[in-house]
C-alpha cells in the first residue's frame, strides 16, 4: 500500500486585506498588503488629480512587482469582456484617450515562480505546498537558485529518518514543531525525508545618520577642522605604531647615503669583511 505524504500544518490567521488611502503611498514593500480591488479604488480615486500623470508610470511599475498588468481599449467590446471580468482590476490612464490597464495578482503555482520580491509574502504552508508539489523528489531536488530564494525568508532544515521512527515521541519532529516549524513528510522507500520550514522575522534597515557636510562652489567638500585634527592623530599613530614603516626602507635608500658619503656597496662590504 502507498504511503501517504503528511504535512503537519498550523492553521493559518484570516488575511485581513488593508485598505489604501491614497494610490501615491504605495511601494515596492506595500505593493504585497493589498489586493487587485483596492489598487483600482484608490487609482479612479485619485488619477484626477493635479499631479497623478507624473507619478503614474512610476505606480504601474510598481504595480507590475506583484501584479499582471496588461494594457487593453475598453471600446473593444471582447476585449473589455476579457478583463473587465473574471478576477482582473480595471485601472483608467489619466489620460483616457490611452485606454485602460487591466491587473490581477500573480499566481504562484509552481516552485519556479518564486522571487526574491515575494519569497517574504506566503505563508510556509504555501511553501511547502509547493514543494511538495515538485515531483516528490524532496529539498535536494530543488535548484540551488530557487533554494537560495527560499533561504532569504524561511529557515529550512532536513532530515532523513526510517519510517517506523519518524515519530517518535520526543523525536526531531515533535522537537521541531514545538519550536515553531511547519513539516513536510516525503516517503523516499522505508524512509522518509522531513523538511521543516520556519517564517524568517523581518529584517530592521539600519538607518545611519551622517554629520552634515559643507560644499564650496565646485561641489567639493569643505575639510571641518575636526577632520584636520583627525587625519593628524591618524598619521601620528600609523607612525608610532607600525614597525613595517622602518623596515620598508628599500635598499637604494642607503645606497644612495652612500654615494653622498663618496662611498660605494663594495667599500662597505670589503669594511665588513676586514672587521
Same mark, same amino acid.
Given at each position: ?77 471582447r ?8 478576477g ?25 515562480d518564486?522571487?526574491? *520580491?515575494?519569497?517574504?509574502? $506566503? +505563508? %510556509?504552508?504555501m @511553501? ?7 515531483? =516528490? !523528489?524532496?529539498? &535536494? ?9 527560499? *533561504?532569504?525568508?524561511?529557515? $529550512? +532544515? %532536513?532530515?532523513? @529518518? ?7 515521541? =520526543? !523525536?526531531?519532529? &515533535? ?9 513536510? *513528510? ?28 559643507e ?24 607612525l ?18 652612500l ?17
Amino acid at each position: 500500500m502507498k504511503e501517504e505524504k503528511k504535512t503537519a500544518k498550523k492553521k493559518a490567521p484570516k488575511k485581513t486585506v488593508k485598505k489604501l488611502e491614497s494610490i501615491l503611498d504605495l511601494n515596492s514593500n506595500n505593493i504585497w498588503d493589498f489586493d487587485e480591488y483596492a489598487i483600482s479604488e484608490a487609482w479612479e480615486r485619485e488619477r484626477q488629480g493635479e499631479d497623478f500623470s507624473i507619478s503614474e508610470m512610476k505606480l504601474l511599475n510598481t504595480i507590475r512587482l506583484a501584479f499582471e498588468v496588461v494594457h487593453y481599449n475598453p471600446a473593444d467590446e471582447r476585449e473589455a469582456a476579457k478583463y473587465e471580468n473574471g478576477g482582473w482590476a480595471k485601472l483608467t490612464h489619466c489620460n483616457e484617450e490611452k485606454g485602460c490597464v487591466a491587473i490581477r495578482r500573480k499566481a504562484i503555482e509552481r516552485i519556479t515562480d518564486l522571487s526574491y *520580491e515575494n519569497i517574504r509574502h $506566503i +505563508s %510556509t504552508a504555501m @511553501l511547502l505546498e509547493l514543494i511538495d508539489r515538485n515531483f =516528490g !523528489g524532496g529539498w &535536494d531536488a530543488i535548484a540551488l537558485a530557487i533554494r537560495d530564494i527560499i *533561504e532569504t525568508g524561511f529557515e $529550512i +532544515s %532536513t532530515t532523513q @529518518l526510517p519510517a517506523s521512527r519518524i515519530h517518535t515521541p =520526543g !523525536g526531531t519532529v &515533535d522537537k521541531k514543531v514545538a519550536q515553531g516549524f511547519d513539516v513536510l *513528510e516525503i516517503p523516499k522507500g522505508t524512509w522518509v525525508e522531513a523538511i521543516f520550514a520556519k517564517k524568517k522575522d523581518p529584517v530592521e534597515k539600519i538607518h545611519m545618520d551622517l554629520p552634515e557636510r559643507e560644499y564650496d562652489e565646485d561641489g567639493n567638500p569643505i575639510s571641518l577642522p575636526e577632520d584636520l585634527n583627525n587625519d593628524e592623530e591618524n598619521d601620528d599613530d600609523v607612525l608610532d605604531n607600525d614597525d613595517t614603516y622602518y623596515s620598508s626602507l628599500t635598499p637604494e635608500a642607503d645606497v644612495k647615503d652612500l654615494e653622498e658619503e663618496g662611498l660605494s656597496i663594495e667599500d662597505v662590504s670589503e669594511s665588513d669583511e676586514d672587521e
